[in-house]
């Protein structure tokens, strides 16, 4: 079973509105770490933001803001007033266990677009 | 201020013909990761390191090895390319594996000819 589901390949929005961006996962571990990257076309993976399993509040980071609802094993990325510089793919991705997993589970990526 | 460094960004190679990529950083993280990932896909962790130990993965080629001669440096060895070893190479580290968030360098793009 997919760990990391990212079911949009593609979304479009307007620059300045929000967008937001799904991901749900699966895990059995109590532990885990939820997080955002972004790769622009010239290939670099860079973060955007984190989320404990065990964190109370959901992250933000500027622009950005994580829906996290555990319940629903869900942690949607939320991008706040859009620029033509968020065009890129992101990837939601995932590491269970809190001591000696170092491995980073993603999903299969989402394709954003901002329209001018 | 780079603070993990991929060398070549670009590298073409001959089908069969050895090929090194390397990886610094100036984080002094602990961890250093190797990912593989093909166009349109997901990353694909290949092997990482803690300080000295290796770690591969299950699935990761024996044609992929990866040699970590100090803490800032990582390479990424492959001893015979093939056609389907196409792709771009991301390196990570982070600073312990527990909760740290890993950070990525530009990445190697890899052509087999």
């Known amino acids: 079973a997919q760990k990391i589901t990212q079911t949009q390949p593609g979304m479009f929005v307007q620059e300045k509105e929000a967008v937001t961006l799904d991901c749900t996962y699966d895990?059995?571990?109590?532990?885990?770490?939820l997080f955002w990257y972004k790769q622009p076309s010239s290939g670099e993976m860079i973060f955007l933001i984190y989320?404990?399993?065990?964190?109370?509040q959901n992250a933000t980071e500027g622009r950005y803001s994580l829906n996290f609802q555990k319940a629903r094993k869900s942690a949607n990325l939320v991008i706040s007033a859009s620029q033509l510089g968020d065009s890129a793919m992101y990837f939601c991705?995932?590491?269970?266990?809190?001591?000696?997993?170092?491995?980073?589970?993603f999903g299969s990526g989402t394709r954003l677009l901002v329209r001018p | 201020d780079a603070m993990v460094i991929q060398n070549p960004r670009y590298q073409v190679t001959q089908f069969g013909k050895p090929v090194t990529l390397s990886c610094s950083q100036t984080?002094?993280?602990?961890?250093m990761y190797w990912y593989q990932q093909k166009s349109s896909q997901a990353p694909k962790l290949l092997f990482h390191?803690?300080?000295?130990?290796?770690?591969n993965e299950a699935d990761t080629p024996d044609n992929f090895q990866s040699r970590r001669p100090n803490t800032s440096f990582c390479f990424l060895d492959i001893r015979s390319p093939g056609l389907g070893d196409a792709a771009m190479y991301l390196c990570a580290t982070s600073r312990t594996g527990s909760t740290d968030t890993q950070y990525f360098g530009p990445g190697t793009r890899l052509t087999v000819l």
């Open positions: 984080l002094n993280h602990n961890v």
């Open positions: 991705a995932m590491r269970e266990g809190m001591d000696s997993s170092y491995k980073l589970i």
């Open positions: 989320q404990g399993s065990y964190d109370e």
């Open positions: 390191y803690y300080d000295k130990d290796f770690n």
């Open positions: 895990t059995s571990d109590q532990s885990y770490g």
